[in-house]
């Protein structure tokens, strides 16, 4: 038993990390870099679902505003928590896809140097508004 | 990520973004953006050439009316060293930076005073701020050899100085005829980690650069004639997504900005190639 034990969380340890960054939470804390031009890129898929939802919130007070701009195919959107520390997000964005990449890139920047902290939420969303039931998320730059 | 990683690599990063800073752009587009918070102007540049290595974006905030960029206050240490009739003056040390400077005063005391400059206060907090500087030093002889070494580290509110001394006594260990203390040799380092000193009220213009799943950033803030730093990626040939947004929080006012987008193909020796004219693919919302 204590074999079959150790083999089941081999094999699970293995698979965490091959899908390393991969998840179905609906938030995600990151910090960006002192550099001015730090930035991180998130793949987000929405398998079938038509829009995604998504807002980000500085956590530092000291931080200078932390912007997010989401992209699907031809469209692009942004959004600013412009106040870091406070309990408001950023303008929630909907960002609907014009095609059928169920793909968005989502990066995150700043507009100073100077180290910031920041959460993200987001989820998939179906046409009448209700979340999807997956949304994954991958950490593709981190800086 | 481990931190120390984090920052080499930010600091790789940054001397990628700084590449083609003194080369001229060879194409841009004027525009205004939308009136609305999140505004997005979505352009896509082909850099269709087999020897593009980067392209190389930069902006400025044109729109008139609007407050000047002298909101973003510097912050930096001014150091003075001195040790009898020998000084040495080290000027604008920011976040980060390192300077070395080796003072030939023999054994003794060498007085170190350390002005700090920059804002008060970050725009979000009651925190006085400070910064923080780090003296790593050797007393030498004139063989160069260590007589002694240490570090201090020193606190200085902005606006405000300190002064600390650092002593090459006479070491026990030398034995007669040995060579005394000649030199003290110091590298000394800004380790203050920096603050934003960017009031949150004013909006600023980003744009970015995005090629699969990589990307950078730069800012201008209105107020001047000068463009942001200029930002790079290096994505090889194909075409780049270019992004133009602003900050803009508050809905009731006007947040449409003129802007100037300037970009460039270029190889990997910093030379423009092919650089078609960007096309605008959406304007949001």
């Known amino acids: 038993m204590k ?7 081999t094999v699970i340890g293995l698979l965490s990390m091959t899908y390393p960054f991969m998840s179905s939470a609906h938030d995600q804390s990151q910090s960006l870099g002192v550099a001015a031009s730090a930035t991180d890129v998130y793949e987000v898929d929405c398998a079938s679902a038509p829009k995604l939802f ?5 956590i530092l007070s000291s931080s200078s505003p932390v912007s997010a701009q989401v992209i699907n195919d031809t469209v692009a959107l942004s959004t600013t928590d412009s106040r870091g520390g406070d309990t408001e997000s950023s303008p929630a964005l909907e960002v609907v896809k014009p095609g059928n990449s169920a793909i968005y890139t989502v990066v995150v920047n700043k ?26 998320i991958a950490l593709k730059q981190d800086q | 990520m481990n931190i120390s990683i984090k920052r080499s690599m930010i600091a790789a990063m940054s001397l990628c973004a700084g590449i083609g800073g003194n080369i001229a752009f060879g194409a841009s587009e004027s525009a ?26 930069r902006v400025i905030d044109q729109t008139p009316g609007s407050v ?7 912050q930096y240490v001014n150091l003075h060293v001195s040790k009898d009739a020998i000084t040495r003056d080290v000027s604008e040390i920011s976040p980060g930076e390192q300077t070395e400077l080796t003072v030939p005063a023999g054994k003794g005391a060498y007085k170190f005073y350390i002005a700090a400059n920059g804002p008060e ?10 910064q923080t500087i780090t003296a790593e ?18 606190k200085i509110t902005n606006n405000k100085s300190a002064k600390f001394s650092i002593s090459c006594g006479k070491n026990r260990k030398l034995g007669a005829g040995q060579q005394e203390t000649t030199k003290l040799s110091v590298k000394l380092t800004n380790t203050t980690v920096p603050v934003s000193t960017v009031d949150p009220a004013i909006v600023a213009l980003n744009a970015q650069i995005v090629k699969g799943f990589t990307a950078t950033n730069t800012t201008d803030f209105n107020g001047d004639d000068v463009f942001s730093e200029a930002a790079s990626l290096r994505g090889g040939a194909g075409i780049y997504s270019v992004l133009v947004d602003n900050t803009a929080f508050d809905r009731s006012q006007n947040n449409s900005r003129n802007y100037t987008l300037q970009y460039s193909c270029r190889d990997a020796a910093g030379n423009e190639v092919t650089t078609n004219p960007a096309q605008l693919i959406n304007s949001l919302p």
């Open chain 1, 54 to 58: 998504f807002e980000i919130k500085s």
């Open chain 2, 121 to 130: 206060r970050a725009p979000n907090s009651k925190k006085k701020l400070k």
């Open chain 1, 111 to 136: 507009t100073a140097a100077g180290a910031a902290n920041y959460a993200i939420e987001f989820h998939c969303e179906n046409s009448d508004g209700s979340h999807a039931s997956i949304t994954e």
């Open chain 1, 3 to 9: 074999n079959i034990k150790i083999k089941l969380l």
């Open chain 2, 32 to 57: 205004a953006s939308k009136n609305a918070v999140g505004a997005t102007d979505f352009y896509q540049i082909n850099c269709s050439e087999g020897s593009t290595d980067n392209l190389s974006v």
């Open chain 2, 137 to 154: 030093y050797q007393c030498l002889n004139e063989a160069g050899n260590q007589i002694k070494v240490g570090t201090k580290t020193k």
């Open chain 2, 68 to 74: 000047n960029s002298t909101s973003v206050l510097p």
